[in-house]
């Protein structure tokens, strides 16, 4: 004996429309519950390291985007360029150019605690090596073998833009020239030993 049909429930469109509210609500319920507890996770992460910073970009995109910019500001401050015109002696005057020489040498000085932080990479993944240079990742394990020399470094630069930030506050051009002189074999003997060690000709 065939069993007798099941009653169908109708149901209008404002109770459908008041059922889907309802699901809708309970879902943003569980994603907000998602992301206070992935905030907590994060902050259970971050108490476990003991350092409230978190690294974003590697050390090659921090000299493109601030160790470069500030290193060059520092040393094209002062500069002697030859056109068809004559010679251009190019050094700060005003205040407002020894104030912006200054803010690159504050840039450049406070960097170096950058470069340092502890999980930096060399490059992005996938970055390819310049001419002459050790491959990203045999960068970062030559690094972290050499966890002092490194820091070495950053202090040797950190010290000669100190030099040239006093250079900067007293206005002395022959001053800030020897300092620059002096940044620039910092920043290459750290590109000699972990950039391009087996390179004969450095850039």
Known sequence: MAAAPRPRLRLSRTTVAILLVCGAVAGGGRWYVSR???AQVASA?????????????TIQELMDSTVDPAADGVWDSVAVISTEAGVEKRE???PEEWQEVRRHALTLLEAMNLVVMEGRHAAPPGAQPKLGELD???IDVLIRANKPSFAAFADDVRATTLEALAAIDKRDVKALVVAGGKIDQACEGCHVTFWYPESAAPR
Do not use: D, I
Not at 45 to 57: C, H, I, Q, T
């Open 136 to 138: 990203p990742k045999q």
């Open 36 to 38: 206070a507890e992935s």
């Open 92 to 94: 700060p005057r005003t």
């Open 45 to 57: 992460r971050e108490a476990k390291s003991g350092s409230p910073f978190k690294v974003f970009a």
